[in-house]
């Protein structure tokens, strides 16, 4: 029987609501880090192993409560869990943070947050370039509708020169890549774990990795309290509730259904900036943005639709 159907509307639709308002917590999430990032007194390796510590713990602290207590080290029961745990602690979620914020802090939260959004095209990418798979028509269409939006995107209609800096582009483009491991690499771990214990032993893990190079303790920053409440806004909004929604809304409905709600994420943060953080965007730089939302959710809808 069809996964949509083994499922009421009203099951359904309590899926989708749980599922939009996560991504509209990350998109609220993205604009409030751009406080964060521009601030000067915030390092990024301070600010990063800050969030995943904090994060980590609060996660794993809900799963005592939800999680059989038996479960909560199996992870840690095989060698091979545990080093894709650790590779999706550094190379996933530590990787994404430390980019997103260089992206934020080098160009604005709204072109960061749409160019990690570009993360199931790297993905697909990855499968044709290493892992050879059949080259699809969807595939085709969807790159070439993100290169486009890309481009308008970066250059605002003005092809003789960027409207950001590259280094911003290509912080950007990082974001987009380390996005796509945060997808892949704990594909094996969520099957066999609970997503909550994965997500929060790999945010223990990532901020213990960040504190190797910037101990949160040696010489902290001086933080305004504008900046002390928008790292526990982002933290409590990105890393705990938003998370924890989007694991609740896959018991209520299909993975058809959430992609359709990813795409409200990167334009809850446009809105924002330009109603809050002064963000001047013209009309090509929202066509930009629209088309390449666009191309990853027909790719999204289409890799949902076949599984």
């Known amino acids: 029987m069809d996964e949509s159907k083994k499922m009421t509307k009203k099951t359904l639709n309590k899926g989708f609501f749980l599922a939009l308002t996560a991504s509209i917590t990350w998109g609220v999430s993205g604009a409030v880090q751009q406080i964060v990032a521009k ?59 430390y980019t997103f914020f260089y992206a ?119 933080v305004s309290g504008k900046g002390l409440m928008g790292i526990a806004a982002v933290i409590l909004l990105s890393n705990v509730i938003a998370f924890l929604l989007m694991v609740l809304s896959t018991k209520y409905t299909t993975a058809a259904t959430i992609s359709i709600t990813d795409a409200v994420q990167p334009f809850t943060t446009l809105i924002l900036s330009v109603l809050f953080l002064a963000y001047a965007v013209n009309l090509v730089e929202i066509i930009g943005g629209i088309i390449v939302v666009v191309a990853v959710y027909l790719l999204n809808r289409y890799d949902a639709n076949t599984k």
């Not at 947050?113 to 798979?133: C, E, G, R």
């Open 39 to 97: 601030d000067a007194a915030i390092p990024a390796m301070w600010f990063v192993g800050i969030r995943t510590l904090i994060a980590g713990i609060i996660l794993l602290a809900v799963a005592l409560f939800v999680v059989p207590k038996k479960e909560f080290f199996s992870i840690f029961k095989s060698w091979k869990d545990t080093l894709i745990l650790l590779a999706f602690s550094i190379f996933g979620l530590w990787a994404n943070m």
């Open 104 to 222: 934020i802090k080098l160009g604005n939260s709204s072109t960061a947050t749409i160019l990690q959004y570009l993360s199931p095209l790297f993905i697909m990418l990855a499968s044709v370039l290493f892992f050879h798979k059949k080259v699809l028509r969807i595939d085709v269409i969807s790159f070439s509708l993100a290169l486009i939006g890309v481009v308008l995107l970066i250059t605002r209609g003005d092809f003789g020169h960027l409207a950001i800096p590259m280094s911003a582009v290509i912080w950007g483009i990082g974001t987009g890549i380390t996005a796509a491991l945060y997808i892949v690499i704990p594909q094996q771990l969520i099957s066999k774990h609970s997503g909550i214990l994965v997500t929060g032993w790999g945010m223990l893990f990532a901020g213990i990795f960040s504190t190797f190079f910037r101990p949160f303790w040696v010489n902290p920053p001086h």
